[in-house]
């Protein structure tokens, strides 16, 4: 079963998130897919990706795919969980990728956003990011990828509250390029593509990995990273965590214990 589409017209490849079934969910076979789509395509010197789902959805992606989160006691979003593996491939491939949104975004998936090079949106766009509606203590890696997108106020606003971000204010924080509606935004990204694919391949790859390594150049200490893992550990071992996974299975919403 294919849950992406996948077409290259010159220099540009385009995946298609295609699973609306499931909101595309990032289960770990969309990923799978994806991240073979984004291997394939550096391989046939695609110079710029665009990573879009079907025109006219309601949500572009609904997150990290919770019937694949694992039981209590073990890390929701450990190094190779699918959205991590996900989120590195795009930060590490050398084309840079375009995200062309519309719909709603939701947790995993705000993160995946925010690991593109650059942002075009739909109005009625928003992003949700909500690790605190599952009782998930979200990844150190992860809240640096939204850490280099979203000033901290914002971002602590939208962890703690699981509250949408509109597009208007996700555009004046400079989250995002550029707001299209619907009708132009895909001619727009595409003619973008096409400028990049005009300018060097080599020195644009070697700046996106430069700028990743710039921006991720914080220096952790063994024992900060010890620490913040013990802290994390605690969430995922907690009762919070499981009442979480399982209120959204059941569909209905948590009531937190708080332990
Ligand atoms: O009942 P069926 O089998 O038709 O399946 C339903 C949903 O269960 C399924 N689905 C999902 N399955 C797994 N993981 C998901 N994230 C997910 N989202 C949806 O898709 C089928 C259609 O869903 P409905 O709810 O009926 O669709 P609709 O009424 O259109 O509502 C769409 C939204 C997106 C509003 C709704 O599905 C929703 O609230 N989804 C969950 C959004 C969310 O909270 N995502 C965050 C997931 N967590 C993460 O990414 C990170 C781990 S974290 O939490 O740390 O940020
Ligand atoms: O033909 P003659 O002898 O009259 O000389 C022409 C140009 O060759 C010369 N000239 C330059 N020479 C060396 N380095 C330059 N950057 C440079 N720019 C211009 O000046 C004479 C007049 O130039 P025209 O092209 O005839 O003038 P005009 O029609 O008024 O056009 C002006 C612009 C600025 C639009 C045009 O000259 C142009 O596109 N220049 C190049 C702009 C550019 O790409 N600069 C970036 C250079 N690179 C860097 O700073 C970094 C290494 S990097 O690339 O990393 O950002």
């Given at each position: 079963m294919?849950f992406i589409?996948?077409e ?7 995946i298609?998130l295609d699973?609306s079934?499931?909101r595309?969910?990032l289960?770990e ?10 291997e394939?395509f550096?391989?046939?010197?695609v110079?710029?990706?665009i990573?879009r ?14 019937s694949?989160l694992p039981?209590r006691g ?19 491939c ?8 519309e ?5 995993g998936?705000c993160e ?7 942002l ?6 928003t992003f949700?990011?909500t690790p ?6 979200y990844n150190i ?7 280099n997108?979203?000033p ?12 949408p971000?509109?597009s208007d204010q996700?555009?004046n ?10 009708g132009d ?24 990995d ?7 150049a914080?220096?952790?200490t063994?024992e900060?990273?010890e620490?913040?893992?013990g802290?994390?550990?605690?969430v995922y071992?907690?009762?919070?965590y499981?009442e979480?996974?399982?209120a ?12």
């Open positions: 294919s589409k996948t290259q017209r010159g220099y540009t490849g385009v298609t699973h079934e499931k595309n969910a289960s076979a969309l990923v799978h897919e994806l991240v073979e789509a984004l394939t550096q391989k046939q010197n110079r710029a990706v990573l789902a079907r025109p006219g959805v309601k949500v572009w992606s609904a997150g990290h795919d919770v694949e039981g073990r890390d929701p979003l450990g190094w190779n969980d699918p959205l991590r593996i996900l989120i590195r491939t795009i930060q590490e050398p084309m840079p990728v375009i995200g062309m949104i719909g709603s975004v939701w947790g998936a995946v956003a925010m690991a593109c090079d650059i075009v949106i739909t109005p009625e766009v949700a990011i605190a509606k599952l009782g998930v203590p890696g992860g809240l640096l990828t939204l850490l997108m979203i901290l106020p914002i971002m602590k606003e939208m962890l703690f509250t699981a509250e971000l509109s996700a555009f924080l400079g989250i995002v390029n550029y707001i299209k509606p619907a935004i895909e001619d727009f990204v595409l003619g973008m593509a096409e400028r990049i694919a005009t300018n060097s391949p080599l020195s644009i790859g070697v700046m996106k430069a700028l990743r390594l710039l921006s991720s914080h220096s952790v063994p900060l990273f620490r913040i893992q802290m994390r550990r605690i071992d907690s009762e919070d499981q979480g996974v399982r959204f299975r059941e569909k209905r919403r948590p009531s937190f214990p708080g332990k």
